[in-house]
């Protein structure tokens, strides 16, 4: 057993998707959420700036002598991941290869859709892996570049008239290719889930990058023998922005009030 911390990083507010699916499949852990909102979004940066913030966001969290990292970034996991094995002793956990991994076995027709950031699509990562674990399968990537943004700023809801005429355009193209299933390669989309379903329609399994990669965690803690089995874990948050917007988003999302847990860091220190 090890009652050390998980930590879980992301340029906002999406990776609290994956923190949401960690809090439901292993509650005995402990937590430990960074959100690098003064930066958001990474997915327009060059593959240089992501993997110097990426180490920030990892320097800031080893701090805290974790057992394990959930990187709920679609964009540094495609770009930056095996850098950062390399440079740090612990287990990473990214969200490309349990998402890719979770598309290829679920797709009936072979046509799987991929919409993420423009770095995530440039990469190439979640082709490769769909090619290993399906040869039959071929993905179809669309740059979703203002879902992040939108989402940021409250604009995620079924009935909102700027989300929906956004989603509406991105999509089109994976509805015109007929995919039956779709990779949400970014922690923010999840929360996009009711707006994306509805356009793509029930035929259309939508694969949720934050629970896949949990499911990966779990299952890496649990082979290694790195549970805890304390009674209740306990979740810490830190941004680098102002607490205020975070709050209350975070807040609305995990259904739990944050107000006054949340703390800011100056992430330029690591």
Do not use: W
Not at 81 to 107: H, Q
Not at 110 to 125: E, P, V, Y
Request: charged share 25%; proline share 5%; with cysteine.
């Amino acid at each position: 057993m090890d009652h050390r911390p998980i930590g879980v990083f992301d340029s906002g507010l999406g990776g609290l998707t994956a923190v949401r699916e960690l809090m439901h499949l292993l509650p005995r852990e402990d937590i430990v959420y960074f959100g690098d909102t003064a930066r958001v979004p990474y997915g327009g940066r060059s593959p240089e700036t992501i993997l110097k913030f990426a180490r920030q966001d990892m320097n800031f969290l080893c701090s805290f002598d974790l057992k394990a990292v959930v990187i709920a970034c679609g964009t540094v996991s495609t770009t930056s991941l095996a850098a950062l094995r390399r440079e740090y002793d612990l287990p990473i956990i990214g969200v490309v290869g349990p998402t890719a991994r979770a598309a290829a076995r679920c797709t009936k027709n072979g046509k799987i859709g991929l919409i993420a950031t423009a770095a995530s699509i440039r990469s190439g990562a979640y082709e490769a892996v769909v090619s290993r674990e399906n040869p039959a399968g071929r993905v179809y990537g669309k740059a979703c570049p203002l879902f992040v943004p939108l989402v940021e700023n409250g604009r995620f809801r079924v009935g909102d008239p700027v989300i929906e005429i956004v989603a509406g355009e991105y999509l089109q193209s994976m509805k015109d290719e007929g995919v039956d299933t779709l990779m949400l390669g970014c922690t923010h989309y999840p929360l996009l889930s009711d707006v994306i379903g509805k356009i793509m329609g029930p035929g259309v399994t939508l694969i949720d990058s934050g629970r896949e990669a949990a499911r990966a965690l779990k299952t890496l803690l649990t082979e290694r023998d790195l549970l805890s089995d304390a009674p209740q874990g306990d979740t810490s948050y830190f941004v680098s922005d102002t607490v205020d917007g975070f709050e209350a988003m975070a807040s609305l999302f995990l259904r739990s009030d944050l107000k006054g847990m949340v703390q800011q860091i100056n992430i330029e220190k690591y």
